[in-house]
């Protein structure tokens, strides 16, 4: 039985997240499929292991933990790897993860929703998205422009929590070559020995017909 469980399904860019860190730092983990599409996170029992229904969950020796800012944190502690060196640190990456969640993801998995699995099409929420969106990534460009990572020299979870969902960019359409300092820093990402994509790391894709 492996040493971490990651409630997750592929289409979920906070499940990759924590994924991601696990496979980056060595972790034995294996996925509890969630099937989001047909309703599991609302059903009781769903709701009995998270209150706010939500995906992922981890457990690890007997924790069960949810929301991916925490899961994240979490794991830099208990890998020991991709997390603060100093209270200063500690900090930066805490900042840069609750503007991910307010500001980042949040606009970015909603957008991607409506179009991708919802197929809305162009609406004036998708249109005030986008525009949200795209200040978001001009934010992130500026910050990269001349770092290799978010800290520095080398990745740490602010990091994985901000690439959750960009590697799915063909879903939301964002060209990556309007935002070259981000396009670098994914490369990077990337090239880091065990990297792999969230529809060859979790359970769930593609989805079938009747799920789309």
């Known amino acids: 039985m492996a040493e971490y469980t990651l409630y997750c399904f592929a289409q979920s860019g906070n499940a990759y997240k924590a994924a991601l860190t696990m496979t980056l730092g060595g972790a034995d983990w294996a996925p509890r499929f969630v099937d989001f599409f047909n309703g599991e996170t609302r059903t009781a029992a769903y709701r009995a292991i998270n209150e706010m229904g939500e995906v992922p969950i ?11 800012g925490v899961i994240l944190d979490y794991l830099a ?25 307010h500001k980042f993801t949040s606009y970015i998995a909603t957008y991607r929703f409506m179009l991708a699995f919802a197929k809305t099409g162009k609406t004036p929420v998708t249109e005030f998205l986008e525009s949200r969106i795209k200040g978001s990534l001009g934010i992130l ?60 790391l979790m359970p769930g894709h593609p989805l079938p017909a009747a799920a789309k």
């Not at 502690?77 to 640190?89: A, K, N, V």
């Not at 602010?158 to 981000?182: H, K, Q, R, T, V």
């Open 141 to 200: 460009e500026k910050h990269l422009d001349g770092r290799e990572f978010m800290l520095g020299a080398r990745p740490t979870i602010a990091d994985l929590s901000l690439c959750g969902y960009l590697f799915f960019n063909e879903e939301f359409g964002i060209d990556w070559a309007d935002f070259p300092a981000i396009a670098r820093w994914l490369d990077r990402l990337r090239a880091l020995p065990g990297w792999k994509h969230p529809y060859e």
């Open 58 to 68: 981890l457990e690890h020796r007997g924790l069960q933990l949810t929301q991916s």
């Open 77 to 101: 502690g208990t890998l020991g790897r991709f997390g603060p060196d100093g209270d200063d640190e500690r900090r930066e990456i805490l900042r840069w993860l609750l503007w991910d969640n």
